[in-house]
């Protein structure tokens, strides 16, 4: 027994722990999130000083038009290998 639980109950929680390398990549991806953030945001904040409100919007409608035709690319793709098989 260890704190007054039976010794199957703390093999049960040490199964449940998800360990110290998912704690890591967990850390790293969030210190990666919060650098291309900061890119982001300061790409957008230096389109905003030098265009002005409608550059900013310019900028942001073409990287929606941008990432609108890869997805739909890569469905149309994968739309056709589906009907291929």
Same mark, same amino acid.
């Given at each position: 027994m260890w704190l007054g639980r039976p010794v199957a109950s703390v093999r049960?929680?040490? *199964?449940?722990? %998800? +360990?110290w390398r998912f704690w890591a990549k967990l850390a790293g991806l969030f210190v990666v999130g919060a $650098? !291309?953030?900061l890119i982001i945001l300061l790409l957008v904040g230096r389109a905003a000083y *030098?265009? +002005? $409100? @409608? +550059? !900013? @919007? %310019? !900028?942001m409608a073409g990287v929606a038009l941008l990432a609108g035709w890869i997805y739909d690319r890569r469905e149309? =793709? =994968?739309k056709r290998s589906y009907s291929q098989s």
């Open positions: 049960a929680m040490d *199964e449940l722990d %998800l +360990g $650098i !291309v953030m *030098e265009w +002005g $409100i @409608f +550059g !900013v @919007f %310019l !900028v149309a =793709r =994968r």
